[in-house]
């Protein structure tokens, strides 16, 4: 967690946003009662299960989005925040890579596309090593990633089940009725202070 104390949760823009969509209320609670720094049960196992992931990394001007693939148990937990994954034989472009070497933040998305598992958002803290004992770890690394990760989750409100062809029925669509209302909206910590122009606002 001490990783992560140089910072706030929100920076200058995203407050300039939330204000002026009446958002500020609903952001902090959300800060407040679901950022964590120690990987949760069911975290743990979509995890352990994951095939891939998405990360984004950014070193100045040069930005890339990536995705990270392999066999379930590719990705291990290695600490109560802190997970490693293995960079295989790839393109030899090393953008991932290329840009941890210089900024060490990240972001992380886990998705399981089955519509109703939350999913896994991850700013981290990453580091970079090639030591045996930790190739070993992981067969067919050529480098390991190591991320301190500030967790927080996201509701599989607008997530489609892939596997069923089932679009997701939170999405807006136009000559439809309002969308049911996401899980996330009635806890006791949210529904009295959600947006004034909320649609499931009561």
Known sequence: MTVFSDRPFFHEGMREWQDRFDGRRTAEAIERHRKHYAFWDDEIEIVRNARFFFIASTFGDYVDCNIKSGDPG??????????????????????TAGNISKNP???????VFDGKSRRIRINGK??????????????????????ACELYPNCPRYIPD?????????????????????EWKTRDYIRSILPEDDPHRR
């Open 74 to 95: 590719f990705v291990q937990i290695v600490g109560p925040d802190v997970i490693e994954y293995p960079e295989y034989d790839g393109n030899s472009m090393y953008r």
């Open 162 to 182: 892939l596997a069923l062809s089932k679009p997701s029925p939170h999405v807006p669509r136009s000559g439809e009725p309002v969308p049911p209302a996401p």
């Open 105 to 111: 933040n990240v972001g992380l998305l886990f998705v």
């Open 126 to 147: 990453a580091t970079i090593t090639t030591d045996p004992a930790t190739l070993d770890r992981h067969f067919g690394a050529k480098l390991v990633v190591r991320i």
